[in-house]
């Protein structure tokens, strides 16, 4: 089965660092890209970033650059997103998620297929 | 950035309505649309990509059409289970983004 899992919940104070995690089995890890989702509370969806395990090759939003880190450890099949620094405006439920590719031609159709199931970032002090 | 506007923000229907959901994008993003179905306390779930390409294991009451700016997502007959929030997003940049949401529920 082709699926991600995602670290547990996580409740840290302001100026805390932070390392979440998203593991894919099931599949070539390093052929996929996975991008990372932000969701604070009872809002909508955020794109972060997306990072291609076979390089480490990252592309953030530009709301999020220099914010968070993205990377990747392809040995262990595991993507991760990551603060040095937290704030309590980072309180928000983070996805993972796996970009697919439909090739049609010349032309390449993408979407995110596969989601983790979600981890809970709490910052308070 | 390219900003995904969807209307409406939220929408009441009855099981068995046709419903219409409306993208619209900043700038011409040819098909790369694709639409996303979320439950409360779950992650979201792929519908529909290249703006009318259903995915493997959805329902054929769901359908997307457009191209260019305007798309629009249509469930053709409504299940309990479709009532969700539905997320529309641009795959044409490489900065992808989603629209803010149309949350569908019961009338």
């Known amino acids: 089965e082709v699926q991600l899992v995602q670290s547990g919940a996580e409740v840290k104070k302001p100026g805390e660092s932070l390392k979440i995690s998203c593991k894919g089995s099931?599949?070539?890890?390093?052929?996929?890209?996975i991008g990372w989702v932000r969701q604070m509370p009872g809002k909508g969806l955020e794109w972060m970033g997306i990072?291609?395990?076979?390089?480490?090759?990252?592309r953030y939003s530009p709301s999020f650059q220099g914010q968070v880190t993205i990377s990747a450890d392809k040995s262990i099949s595991t993507a991760y997103l990551q603060w040095s620094s937290l704030k309590a405006s980072d309180t928000a439920m983070y996805y993972c998620a796996r970009r697919f590719a439909v090739v049609r031609g010349v032309i390449i159709w993408s979407a995110f297929d596969i989601w983790g199931q979600g981890t809970m970032v709490t910052v308070s002090s | 950035d390219i900003q995904m506007t969807q209307s409406p923000s939220s929408l009441s229907a009855s099981v068995g309505d046709r419903v219409t959901i409306t993208c619209r994008a900043s700038q011409s993003i040819s098909s790369y649309l694709n639409w996303y179905q979320q439950k409360p306390g779950k992650a979201p779930k792929l519908l529909i990509y290249?703006?009318?390409s259903l995915q493997s294991g959805v329902p054929s009451r769901f359908s997307g059409s457009g191209s260019g700016t305007d798309f629009t997502l249509t469930i053709s007959s409504l299940q309990p289970e479709d009532f969700a929030t539905y997320y529309c997003q641009q795959s044409y940049s490489t900065l992808w983004t989603f629209g803010q949401g149309t949350k569908l529920e019961i009338k």
């Open positions: 990072i291609y395990p076979g390089d480490s090759d990252t």
């Open positions: 290249a703006a009318s």
């Open positions: 099931g599949y070539s890890f390093t052929s996929y890209w």
